[in-house]
């Protein structure tokens, strides 16, 4: 294969070159365990610091407020089990969305398992929660609201603000998913009302097996990984020095640049929907029309199965997905097309571009145009298209 194009970026991104050279060092320089006791691992405590640092300025937050993890997963894991357990003389109940990624769903599911009971709210045709209905759904045994800052399938933006302000109303926690969110659009957490907040490095340009959590200060946590004493007794194990410096640099230039970001990402992807809304029939686009991930792309091709339009484009370097990374390779459609409303059909025909600022224009009209005639060959050899066709002469 001569070329990629990458267009695969709410799976994960390419590490920066900055963010690299800033890594570099302590792999082999200052290799040190921070935690010990001489003046050699102070380089690695020192960098810790910064990274801690860095990483809340982001999203307004305190460095004591900030605790690294090993990515996104773990870090809603932690939120959930550990405010469930904690919070668990206040009452047993949970609100989320039917639209989180399975780090929240299954971990919903888990509680249920533990006697915890959760609401999953429905998502109107464009992947938004509806605040009637959430305000509805809280009670005085809720002690947690979760819900995602934005989708990772369809890019849609829930309204987090106006969720952190009816939470903090009603008393209620409120965590956010924001792994596809930070980095990639305005995050604050005392504007937001937000209590807890998953991120990922490898979401923004950042290492992969490196997140944080962060927690504000009022909020009870507990351990669920124990052992040593790291992140003031909260969540053990060595620190992954490089790791956590990757993941402070990556948002210190995520903010310096997420407006340039924004702009070029958001030209990007409104050309790529509009050539594919223009010229393909039959094609669909999923998620909110404006509030939307800058880089997201999501469409639904009518009389296509997406798998088939998956090899096709690999076959021409083309890196796209489905959808969900996880829902790949099952037969099953995403449970966030089913939740929008989408029939069966149309679910599987389903097709996701994001894109970075890496990308180009030339590399968009590469796969508009290959994508085209993919699916008039695909829909070619399509009996319901043929059907179809027929029905409407
Ligand atoms: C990728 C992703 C996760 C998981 O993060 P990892 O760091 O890969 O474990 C969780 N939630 C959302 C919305 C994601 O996109």
């Known amino acids: 294969m001569d070329k990629i194009i990458y267009m695969d970026n709410a799976a994960t991104t390419k590490v920066s070159n900055e963010v690299l050279e800033e890594m570099f060092p302590f792999f082999q320089e200052y290799y040190c365990n921070p935690s010990a006791f001489y003046h050699f691992a102070s380089e690695g405590k020192k960098a810790i610091d910064k990274a801690r640092e860095q990483a809340a300025a982001l999203i307004g937050a305190g460095s004591d407020e900030i605790y690294f993890t090993s990515g996104g997963t773990e870090s809603d894991n932690w939120a959930l089990k550990a405010v469930a357990k904690a919070y668990e003389k206040k009452g047993h109940h949970v609100i989320t969305s039917k639209i989180e990624h399975h780090a929240i769903l299954h971990t919903c599911h888990y509680l249920e398992e533990n006697g915890y009971e959760v609401t999953y709210l429905d998502v109107d045709e464009y992947g938004m929660i509806r605040m009637e209905e959430l305000e509805k759904a809280i009670r005085p045994d809720t002690i947690l609201i979760s819900v995602m800052a934005a989708n990772n399938e369809i890019g849609t933006i829930e309204p987090i603000a106006r969720i952190g302000k009816l939470a903090h109303e009603k008393g209620v926690l409120f965590h956010t998913d924001a792994v596809q969110a930070y980095g990639h659009i305005p995050m604050d957490v005392e504007a937001m009302n937000i209590d807890l907040l998953s991120a990922s490095g ?22 669920v990984i124990h052992g040593g004493a790291q992140e003031k007794n909260r969540r053990a194990g060595t620190y992954n020095v490089p790791g956590i410096v990757g993941f402070g640099r990556a948002a210190e230039l995520a903010g310096q640049r997420i407006k340039k970001r924004m702009t070029k990402e958001t030209e990007l992807r409104d050309y790529l929907i509009k050539r594919v809304i223009d010229e393909i029939p039959y094609a669909r686009l999923n998620g909110h029309r404006t509030d939307r991930l800058p880089g997201n792309a999501h469409f639904c091709f009518r009389f296509i199965e997406g798998e088939s339009m998956l090899i096709l484009l690999d076959q021409l370097g083309v890196c796209a997905s489905s959808g969900s ?5 099952a037969l099953d459609p995403s449970h966030v ?16 571009l994001t894109v970075s ?11 508009v145009n290959e994508l085209k005639k993919i699916i008039e060959r695909l829909r070619s050899m399509s009996p319901l298209y043929e059907d179809f066709l027929h029905q409407n002469q």
Do not use: M, Q
């Open 357 to 367: 600022e890496d990308n180009s224009f030339e590399e968009i009209n590469f796969v």
């Open 202 to 223: 490898h979401k923004f340009h950042g290492p992969k097996g490196v997140g944080i959590l962060y927690v504000r200060k009022s909020v009870k946590l507990l351990p």
């Open 337 to 352: 097309l089913l939740a929008i409303g989408l029939p069966h059909e149309l679910a599987h025909g389903s097709l996701r």
């Open 325 to 329: 990374a996880c829902a790949s390779g």
